[in-house]
């Protein structure tokens, strides 16, 4: 198959024992571990028959507990392997090379036509050599079983897959675990890599099957994936939630108790995973429920603490927190579509600082200043951490200073502010407020923030938070695009 190399890398750990055996921690490979799995017999006969694991002849290296849940079709079931004994003894896997769910909505509204389709049982389609499958025993009455392919819960699993479908649709569009979506600009463009892909699939002997109710290899410009409705047809493309998740989520019993007040930790923990994913998807930034990310930080921490998760304990959620999830919950009512595309440049950058007295914010275009603003720290905010005043002369910089719609350019100095500008949300419920402040007032204007990290030498609104009197901004004093420090300005 074509870049069939790349499997290499992920491969040898299912048919090479030595690659196996490589990934353990030292000492570890040994196993010894034996965790009985409760009513699995009763599957015994069929997991046989289908070739998915076979009676152990030998004691497994770990047999450990298996349980089975639902699907979707709510006919069949998925059996999971609890392989936490095994994942605590192997070095932690690479990356799984997943697309961030923005950049998949990013790269889809590229194109205007998209065949999808599924891997069936899509784990079950890679085999585990006979050598390395006495370390997925399945703990059993009577005698153990030995799995014959890739399980869900053993921690290098999804890697492997999706290091896999990656091959699969390279250069021909995206892969989600076992999601596959073939991409195209035009129908022809579409069509000529669905027939690629095809190919591809059967030389790698990858059984694939149609979302739904669509014909397989149909190519559409309306359809929903992993959990996003997507436009391609309209004037400008666009994508929404899906509106049956949408609907579920908004009238669960779980959104249902923690409105209420009074929700146990796992209801809680369902909705408030809804509600990530909702945010990502509707483009809402999370920093404007600081609350609620509060308190989802503080439970998520006791619980991890915790020597055993007590997922049914009952929590009362704060009335600020529930007030959030409740505006939330509107917006996914209504499940706007959003549209995609790149902004226009606004041809501007915005340069913003702090120092521990006094912050600044400069809005320069084509190498020649525009515009400048300048202040001293005062009251609560004299006291500030210092990730907190660079959020705050940012905050003044967008609100005072921003007013092109379009995508803008921002110089900071801060990682910090960086990272939670680009992500719409900081772990500091103090900066979360003051960046909320200043994206209601972006979305307002039709302004894209796109931030960028510069070093503190080459922070143009430094030397305007310096000294006992500040500097005044120059006039029309052009501002060299390169120099040795920031003080070259006077």
Not at 54 to 59: E, N, T
Request: proline share 6%; charged share 25%; glycine share 8%.
């Amino acid at each position: 198959m074509d870049g069939v190399g790349r499997f290499r890398e992920v491969l040898p750990m299912l048919m090479d024992p030595v690659a196996f055996a490589e990934a353990f921690v030292s000492g570890d490979a040994a196993g010894g571990c034996r965790v009985p799995s409760r009513g699995m017999e009763r599957h015994r006969a069929t997991l046989r028959s289908c070739g998915v694991a076979s009676d152990a002849r030998s004691r497994p290296a770990f047999a450990m507990k298996a349980f089975t849940t639902p699907k979707k079709d709510g006919r069949t079931a998925r059996l999971v392997l609890d392989a936490r004994p095994l994942n605590d003894a192997m070095r932690r896997p690479p990356s799984m090379d997943l697309p961030r769910l923005r950049d998949f909505i990013a790269e889809v509204e590229r194109h205007r036509f998209a065949m999808q389709c599924d891997g069936v049982s899509y784990f079950y389609q890679f085999p585990v050599d006979a050598s390395i499958s006495r370390y997925f025993g399945i703990g059993m009455k009577g005698c153990d079983m030995l799995l014959n392919v890739l399980c869900m819960g053993w921690s290098w699993a999804p890697c492997i897959a999706q290091r896999a479908s990656n091959v699969l649709v390279r250069d021909l569009g995206l892969a989600w675990v076992d999601n596959f979506l073939v991409l195209g600009g035009t129908l022809d463009e579409a069509e000529r890599n669905v027939a690629v892909f095809r190919k591809r699939a059967q030389a790698a002997r990858v059984e694939v099957r149609a979302e739904g109710d669509d014909a397989l290899w149909q190519v559409r410009s309306r359809f929903v994936c992993v959990g996003v409705e997507f436009d391609l047809a309209a004037e400008t493309q666009r994508h929404r939630l899906d509106p049956s998740w949408a609907e579920r989520w908004v009238d669960g019993s779980g959104m249902t108790a923690v409105l209420s007040g009074r929700a146990t930790a796992r209801q809680f923990a369902e909705v408030f995973g809804g509600a990530v994913w909702a945010t990502d998807i509707l483009a809402v930034p999370r920093c404007h429920f600081a609350a609620l990310l509060s308190f989802a930080g503080r439970l998520g921490g006791r619980m991890v603490g915790a020597a055993a998760p007590v997922w049914d304990e009952v929590v009362d959620v704060p009335p600020s927190a529930r007030r959030e999830l409740g505006a939330l919950r509107k917006i996914v009512r209504e499940n706007p579509w959003v549209v995609g595309g790149v902004p226009e440049d606004t041809g501007s950058v915005l340069w913003t600082d702090a120092s521990s007295r006094a912050w600044a914010a400069l809005l320069e275009a084509e190498g020649r200043f525009v515009d400048g603003r300048q202040g001293v720290f005062a009251g609560p905010d004299a006291d500030a951490h210092i990730n907190l005043k660079e959020m705050l002369a940012f905050a003044e910089g967008v609100v005072r200073l921003c007013w092109a719609p379009g995508a803008q350019r921002c110089r900071i100095d801060n990682a910090a502010v960086v990272g939670a500008v680009a992500k719409g949300s900081s772990s500091s419920y103090a900066a979360n407020r003051v960046l909320s402040r200043s994206l209601r007032v972006a979305g307002r204007r039709g302004i894209v923030l796109r931030p960028d990290w510069v070093p503190s030498g080459g922070q143009l609104a430094d030397p305007y938070t310096r000294g006992t009197s500040l500097p005044r901004f120059p006039a029309q004093l052009p501002l060299p695009r390169s120099r040795a420090t920031p003080f070259d300005l006077f």
